[in-house]
């Protein structure tokens, strides 16, 4: 079946990097657009970025709030999905999800399934 | 950004009740861009609507969602009390995707 595992989550001072991953399996993860959506603790839900490669075009999407800080990227030949975030402030501590696009070949964007997350926190 | 304003925060209902949930946008999403997805304490959301009103794989028939262009609503006819949860919307008519800031439907 399908499923998504991140991993990468931590504790980092503010201003510290952290690389987060996802391995996919259980679909042709090169086909579908990709996702990070992030929820703060006891918030609600916030997209951060999305990325889709057909052939040798990339596109990505990204929120304002992390547009400049954060990189999302993949590794189709290793099914894995990676956000790299810089610059890390207090308010980008939340759980990380790595979600897949509802629907394959483009940016549908509605997401099925979901990962279980993983754990940042930015605090000196 | 289109923002997503969900009502009621918090609804108390019964087993057997039905709870109607409100999604505002503050611009038109037009009569395709909006899901609504279920989250339970200590879970990932779950997929739940897309498409305003087509219910995703294994999504029991008491789930409706309705609405087009500002107002939608997501219904709940006759509360199992597994549907005790948090429910967003969501659009994707225009970047960012945006969520709403959900709907806690409690006991």
């Known amino acids: 079946q399908v499923q998504l595992v991140e991993s990468g989550g931590g504790v980092v001072q503010p201003g510290g990097s952290l690389r987060l991953s996802c391995a996919a399996s259980?679909?042709?993860?090169?086909?579908?657009?990709m996702h990070w959506v992030r929820q703060a603790p006891g918030r609600g839900l916030e997209w951060l970025a999305v990325?889709?490669?057909?052939?040798?075009?990339?596109?990505?999407f990204y929120t304002d709030s992390v547009q400049g800080r954060f990189t999302i990227s993949r590794d189709n030949s290793h099914n894995t999905l990676s956000l790299q975030m810089d610059n890390l402030r207090p308010d980008d501590t939340g759980l990380y999800y790595c979600v897949r696009d509802a629907v394959d070949t483009h940016m549908a964007n509605w997401f099925d399934p979901w990962g279980q997350g993983t754990l940042v926190t930015v605090s000196s | 950004e289109n923002v997503l304003t969900q009502s009621p925060a918090t609804v108390s209902l019964s087993p057997g009740e039905r709870a109607t949930l409100s999604c505002r946008a503050s611009r038109s999403v037009g009569s395709t861009y909006l899901t609504w997805y279920q989250q339970k304490p200590g879970q990932a959301p779950r997929l739940l609507i897309y498409a305003i009103s087509e219910r995703a794989a294994g999504v029991p028939d008491r789930f409706s969602g309705s609405g087009s262009g500002t107002d939608f609503t997501l219904t709940i006819t006759r509360l199992e009390p597994e549907d005790f949860a948090v429910y967003y919307c969501q659009q994707h008519a225009s970047w960012p995707i945006t969520f709403g800031g959900g709907s806690k439907v409690e006991v």
């Open positions: 990325i889709l490669k057909d052939g040798r075009t990339t596109r990505e």
């Open positions: 259980g679909f042709t993860f090169s086909t579908y657009a």
